[in-house]
């Protein structure tokens, strides 16, 4: 393979006009249950009528809201980031709830049949419903920084122990760079000046691990994102991207060539390769801990999803054709989401809970999609693109999409998520500012 970055063989439009640095979109977040013992004897307040209650909320104050006999808003003020709110509501007829300063509001009327729970806490909305839905959003921002070095940087990652991001680029003199909050960042040197477009953090080994589709060793690590040693790859195929399996512990990577496209190391250091499903472009590959499966997605091929539960003996699974490119699960959900670099509108997204299963999902532009990851934390999907209007979205299901529009129209190619500083940050091909944070407004 050539030094030309692998995008450009994709072909992926060039970026268009730069757009505002930051902007706010509302996106809806669902969560699915509570687990906290709520008491019910601290009732703060009983509302028969629209109105406003105005004060700050304490930890486990409940309101107590009757609507049997009028259809009713009401506005809750002051409330405190760090606390919780329980909202009971009994009756039949229609409520409304509003707490404009978390912009979480009911867009439309809902019929009371039973009773209804939110709970605001630090840096999200959390809610259970134990009859019908409520509607909850949030507003998350988006800004963009600049990148240690204009490079194509290709992949992201968060270490927690570390607290620290590690990016890696396929160009450029430095082709890592770090950053404790995504916004400053730090060059260093990789081990070769290979196209590095993968890497992962392992926190049983304390290691990222980073591989590459080019050079003498298309593998290595690092104890800290600033000291790299190489290593030989099983193979001397074009490796696109790598995962880490707690439960197995192994590092397991795939490739777009190459007869044995699979290699899997317990350090880092030495590599076994093992032959795929199919001789496919496989793009992305991760780990699901709860089925205790690998699961890895093609860009060709008549089956393009495979699994494993070893690393070493993978399975073909039948799916809607697509150029799928990033794959990653979603514990709380159960389910694998997937988003293809294709403008095929129909087909854009894929879902499944087993790997096996697969359902088409419709995107709400026809972007060509590079990475999604999963947040946990704020139970959404977000994915980036290297193209279209709106260069963002976000899901809490994998099926219902709200698309944003990027702080900068770059070539966005890597998301990841920060649980300990609630933050995605996604790295860019493009653009004089090559790498955006998107956290709660």
């Known amino acids: 393979m050539s030094n030309t970055n692998q995008w450009n063989n994709l072909n992926p439009p060039p970026p268009g006009p730069l757009i505002p640095s930051t902007i706010n979109l509302s996106h809806a977040v669902i969560r699915s249950s509570v687990t906290s013992a709520w008491p019910t004897s601290e009732l703060k307040s009983t509302v028969t009528e629209s109105s406003t209650i105005d004060y700050s909320i304490q930890p486990f104050n409940v309101i107590n809201v009757d609507t049997t006999d009028n259809a009713i808003t009401i506005t809750l003020t002051n409330i405190q980031l760090g606390t919780m709110m329980m909202v009971i509501v009994t009756g039949t007829n229609g409520l409304i709830i509003t707490v404009p300063e978390h912009s979480s509001i009911t867009s439309t009327p809902i019929i009371v049949a039973g009773t209804y729970v939110i709970v605001l806490f630090s840096d999200y909305v959390k809610y259970n419903l134990l009859t019908n839905p409520i509607a909850i959003e949030l507003s998350l921002q988006w800004t963009a920084y600049a990148a240690a070095e204009a490079n194509f940087w290709?992949?992201?990652?968060?270490?927690?122990?570390?607290?620290?991001?590690?990016?890696?680029?396929?160009?450029?003199?430095?082709?890592?760079?770090?950053?404790?909050?995504?916004?400053?960042?730090?060059?260093?040197?990789?081990?070769?000046?290979?196209?590095?477009?993968?890497?992962?953090?392992?926190?049983?080994?304390?290691?990222?691990?980073?591989?590459?589709?080019?050079?003498?060793?298309?593998?290595?690590?690092?104890?800290?994102?600033?000291?790299?040693?190489?290593?030989?790859?099983?193979?001397?195929?074009?490796?696109?991207?790598?995962?880490?399996?707690?439960?197995?512990?192994?590092?397991?990577?795939?490739?777009?060539?190459?007869?044995?496209?699979?290699?899997?190391?317990?350090?880092?250091?030495?590599?076994?390769?093992?032959?795929?499903?199919?001789?496919?472009?496989?793009?992305?590959?991760?780990?699901?801990?709860?089925?205790?499966?690998?699961?890895?997605?093609?860009?060709?091929?008549?089956?393009?999803?495979?699994?494993?539960?070893?690393?070493?003996?993978?399975t073909a699974r039948y799916s809607p054709n697509n150029n799928w490119i990033s794959v990653t699960w979603s514990p709380e959900l159960n389910l694998f989401c997937v988003v293809s670099f294709s403008y095929d509108g129909i087909n854009q997204l894929m879902t499944s809970p087993n790997g096996s299963d697969w359902t088409s999902r419709t995107a709400p532009e026809a972007n060509l999609r590079s990475s999604v990851v999963w947040s946990p934390e704020l139970s959404i999907f977000c994915a980036v693109s290297v193209d279209g209007t709106n260069r963002i979205m976000t899901s809490p299901n994998g099926v219902n999409w709200t698309p944003q529009e990027a702080p900068e129209a770059n070539q966005w190619i890597s998301v990841t998520w920060s649980p300990e500083l609630g933050k995605f940050v996604a790295v860019s091909l493009s653009g004089t500012n090559r790498v955006m944070v998107g956290q709660l407004a």
């Open 154 to 314: 290709e992949s992201v990652t968060w270490s927690p122990e570390l607290g620290i991001f590690c990016a890696v680029s396929s160009t450029g003199t430095n082709r890592v760079m770090t950053s404790p909050d995504g916004e400053t960042w730090t060059s260093f040197a990789a081990t070769e000046a290979n196209q590095w477009y993968s890497v992962i953090w392992s926190p049983e080994l304390g290691i990222f691990c980073a591989v590459a589709s080019t050079g003498t060793n298309r593998v290595m690590t690092s104890p800290d994102g600033e000291t790299w040693a190489p290593f030989a790859a099983a193979e001397a195929n074009q490796w696109f991207s790598v995962t880490w399996s707690p439960e197995l512990g192994i590092f397991c990577a795939v490739s777009y060539n190459g007869t044995n496209q699979i290699m899997t190391s317990s350090d880092g250091e030495t590599w076994a390769s093992f032959a795929p499903a199919e001789v496919n472009d496989w793009y992305s590959v991760t780990w699901s801990p709860e089925l205790g499966i690998f699961c890895a997605v093609s860009y060709t091929g008549t089956n393009q999803v495979m699994t494993s539960p070893n690393g070493e003996t993978w």
